[in-house]
Each structure stands twice: as C-alpha cells, then as structure tokens.
C-alpha cells in the first residue's frame, strides 16, 4: 500500500519523482523518500509526508538523469526515516523501493545474517535489497538477473524498483501481486504504481503481468523477462487519463471535488450503454457470458469497505429486479473458510482500484474452481480487470480523496443497470416496467445536482451542531440500509468519530441501549415500502431523547414533525435511493471532518489502494 515512481531518461529526475510523490500521495503518506544516481548515489528519505521531504532536500544535490521514489504506508516497521524506502544492502550497491509483503523474509533475514549480513531498519524491504546484494555479489550478476535470481527465492507481493550504483544507466522493475506501469515516452522512460504520475509525460505504458521483469536503460533500451528467464514481448497501451483529472480544479480538496463530480461521473457510467428514450440498455461485458449469467445458480459478490457495501446494495437489486439469488461476502474473510464455488455460479468482483489484494486472490479461488468470475472496476488495465472472464468499466476517473465517494455511485450505477438488464432478460421485469425504471435511471445525474445545490446549506448548519459528538448511529432499512453503513463508514474514516451503521430494525436488539441526548441518529426515511416502520423507529429514538437528523423524500411532512433535522433529497424510484440518499452523507463527513480540523483527502492510518492482504 505503497506509492512508487522512477524515472530514467534525458530530464532531470528530480521534479519528477517528487511531484510524481505528491501524486502517490493518497496511497500512503506515514514517509517518503527518494534516490538520485548523478556519479554518485543519493539517498534522501523523511519520516512524514511528502512535503517535509521536500523540505529536507531543499539545500541538498538533487541532479541526476536516474532516480526512484516512495511513498509508505507502514505495514513491517513503525513509520519512521529508517524503516522509509529507498532501502540498501550491507555495502550500498543495491538501492530499492518497494511495494507488498514478503511473505519468507524472517527465514531469509536469519540466512543473511549467518553470512554476515546487518539490518539497519525493520523492514521486510530492506531484507530483499540485502538478498539481490548476496546473490549479485556471490556471483558476480549484473543487477537484472541478480534481482531474478533473488526473486525466486522471495514468497509473497512486490512491486519493486532497483537501481545498482555501479551500473547507474539503469533501472530493473518487477512485480507479483502489486501494480507497476511502465511509461514510454521520448527518450525516458516512467515507472509507476499507477498512472498518474505518468500521464503528465506520456500516454503510452506497458503493464506489468505478475513475475515479469523489466530492464529499462539510459539510451532506450527496454527488455521484459519472466521469472524463469524467459523473454516476452510487452504489450504497448494507451491510456485515456487527463492531467486534469488529477488535480484539485479550484476545489479546497480532492474529497470535495470528486462528490461534486457525481452528476457528470454517474452520466459517464451510464454513456454508450443505455438510451432512455428507446428505453433499452446494453452492457458489452454481459454479452459473451449473457447465458451463462442470466442461468446462474447464485451470484458470489466480493468486496472491502466500500466496494462491500455497494455488493450489499446489488443483492437488493438482484434479488428484487431479477430473482436471482445473492450472497455477499467480504473478500477477506471468503478465502480462508474454504467456501463452497460452484461451476454455475457467477463471482463478481468489487474493487475501485481493481488491485485490491485480497479481492484479486478471493478471484483467483474462484476461479480455479470454475465459476465465471466478472469484474466492476474503475481502473483500466487493473490486475482484476485482467484477471477475470469479464467485466465492466465504472468510468468514474481517478478517485484520488481516500474516502470513496464517486466510486461508491458508480459501483452502484453500474450494478443497478446489471440487475435491470438480468430482470428484463429474464422475464421478472415487464417490458413497460423496464422502460420505466431505464427513463428514471437516466434522471439520476441531473437528481443528484439537484440534491448537491440544495442540500449544502443545511448540511453544513448540521454538521457544526455534531462535530464534538463522540458516537453517532445510523439506521436505514431495505435499499437504504448499506447506505447507512457506508455513512458511518465515511464519518469514521474522516473525522475519527466512531459510528456504526444498522438496519432500523435491529436498533432495539443492542444499540438502542446507547441513546441518549449526546447521540446523533442519521435516519434514511426514503423507503415507501417501509415508510411507516421507520416513522416508528424515529419514535422509539425520541422516545429515549435521541437527536434525530432524518433523510427524506420531498415533501415529507411527517418525518419533519418529528426529527429535529431533515435533508430532503428527489423523489425516485425506490431501488435508485441509494444513489441520492449517500450524497448528503458524504457532504456531511466532510464538513465535520473539516470543522475538526482533520485531513480530509489523506485520513490517519488509511491508504487508497490496499494492495497487501
């Protein structure tokens, strides 16, 4: 869960790998830490983020033609200048960064040190720079296949860039298990995490497979290898991203940004594949496997955090729209229980990044068992994405805030058009009830604009009069009730407030036991099917004198009555809620976590991609 760039060409290194950095930033920020080859070696690395880096480095020598960076999100070491990349051998040689977990590093570690080996930090990372040292120095390999060599001996995730002192025109990358780009442009050549800190230079990359070995040179030389040593020849993509679509566009942070971002990304989901007024929808990756889906005994629906809550909102769908039956599982969890996969079930995968660790490996079970395995990611070329039978594009852009929000509506978007298409298919939907509901998906956008331009007035007044809470609650049934827990996920996350979400139902089997005056209530009362259930539940809060800040239908007057605060957001139809009930709680976590002073795009403890297990 780490950022990596490189670069080797005719420019200075330099301001590229630093604002290359600033780029990586939302996939760890605990220290960062560059290496510039210019006849010699430096090594600049700083517990922190990005910026006090910078400020270290300011009177330091930052030229050279060659270098790496890195951003970290700790996982084998306290964050500190130490455990920090880039890491070295015993005699300086071998300079690394590193992305992953290796797995056997005790057990190599242990050999090293009977050989005389030292470690200065405690780092699995500085365990494999110290291997490729031994395996180079023992017989006298030049640093590409010393890397190779060292490689087939380490167990576990990388994504790795190294560069060797006395051979400094050169670069060698690889990867299993963690992304890695690389970046073609005129005389240089990019490595990356993702594409981000590439797109500025150069549209053309080449992605990594897993146990692949790239050998890139100061005069434009580029060799890719397997493990096993033998050569392939890559394949050359072209990637649509925009350089604006990274940064901040005038908004004070990239969070705020991409909510506001909601009307034009929930459009851009939908574009090319649905017409409202012929009233029909197409998904080009159902196509191939139509048959095969709509005939499935179950849908297996794998996701984390918030990718998980959208599965929970596509098992309403599924099952109400197209009587399919569901079962959603955290990918983490469903790996280790050795869960029974069928050849006639469909296991869809949920990952904004699409390299989501335990999501990818869940997928890899599956598939091994046979079942038809079909992605929802945003990330083109992404390691699921390559590694399923199919799949489809949430076409959000780069979510660059830690806290998902446009990818959270576009995992749903896209699932909900999933579920009308295998209900009309499968003769659950009426033709007339299809058209229906495809003419009010298409209304979707232009709701959810509406919603951001009325509610914002009201939900920061709501958010001053809760950011000291310590606890808050939220409660919403069918549809709804995954929306609340992503509400409380996203308070939690950004303003380090704990909250929990529930269906309305069970708050009297536990958490109504913790109501009082000081605890706020966010109800979502948009369900007509489940209206006068909740109108009770609101109730039975007020009734033990909890504050109740409720989300309503326009027009509500009931529910007004009798919370203390209401949001109103577009009457819809009740399956498309979850799109226009989450924005309002989106909004609200920022304006709390803002008036707490938290940092809202880079929250503590959190990284954006979770590439390690």
Known sequence: MCGIVAYIGKKQAYPILIKGLQRLEYRGYDSAGIALSNGHLNIYKKKGKVADLEAFVKDKDVHGHVGIGHTRWATHGKPDDLNAHPHTGSNGRIVLIHNGIIENYAVIKSA?????????????????????????RRENLPVEEAVRQALTQAHGAYAIVVMDREDPGKLVAARKSSPLLLGIGKDEFLVASDATPIVEYTKKVVYLNDE????????????????????????????????????????????????????????????????????????????????????????????????????????????????????????????????????????LAISQSGETADTFAALELAKEAGALTYGIVNVVGSSIARLTHSGSYIHVGPEIGVA?????????????????????????????????????????????????????????????????????LYLGRGYNFPVALEGALKLKEISYIHAEGYPAAE???????????????????????????????????????????????????????????????????????????????????????????????????????????
């Open 112 to 136: 090293l040190a009977k050989l005389g080996h030292t470690f200065s930090s405690e780092t699995d990372t500085e365990v494999l720079a110290h291997l490729i040292e031994e395996v180079q």
């Open 212 to 347: 692949e070995i790239a050998t890139i040179t100061l005069d434009g030389q580029m060799t890719v290898k397997t493990l096993r040593n033998e050569e392939t020849t890559p394949t050359i993509h072209q990637i649509e991203l925009e350089i604006e679509q990274i940064e901040k566009g005038g908004y004070a942070h990239f969070m705020l940004k991409e909510i506001f971002e909601q009307p034009t990304t929930v459009a851009e989901c939908m574009r090319g594949r649905m017409n409202a007024d012929e009233g029909w929808m197409r998904l080009g990756g159902m196509s191939e496997y139509k048959m095969r889906m709509l005939n499935a005994d179950r849908f297996i629906i794998l996701g984390c955090g918030t990718s998980w809550h959208a599965g929970m909102i596509a098992e309403y769908l599924f099952e109400e729209l197209a009587r399919l039956p569901v079962e959603v599982e955290y990918a983490s969890e469903f790996r280790y229980r050795h869960p029974v996969v069928r050849e006639r079930d469909v296991v």
């Open 404 to 472: 998902s929000t446009k990818a959270f509506t576009g995992q749903v978007t896209m699932l909900t058009m999933m579920a009308l298409v295998l209900g009309y298919e499968r003769g659950y939907l009426p033709k007339s009830q299809y058209q229906k509901l495809v003419q009010e998906l298409a209304q979707i956008p232009s709701k959810i604009d509406q919603l951001l331009n009325s509610c914002q007035e009201k939900v920061a007044y709501i958010a001053g009069e809760f950011k000291d809470a310590s606890n808050a």
């Open 507 to 613: 708050m009297k089997h536990g958490p109504i036991a913790l109501i009082d005056e000081n605890m706020p209530v966010f109800v979502i009362a948009t369900n007509l099917s489940a209206y006068d259930k909740i109108v009770s539940n609101i109730q039975e809060v007020k009734a033990r004198k909890g504050v109740v800040i409720a989300l309503v239908t326009e027009g509500d007057e009931v529910i007004k009555r009798i919370a203390d605060h209401t949001i109103e957001i577009p009457a819809t139809e009740e399956p498309f809620t979850p799109l226009l009930s989450v924005i309002p709680l989106q909004l609200l976590a920022y304006h709390i976590a803002l008036l707490r002073g938290c940092n809202v795009d880079q929250p503590r403890n959190l990284a954006k991609s979770v590439t390690v297990e």
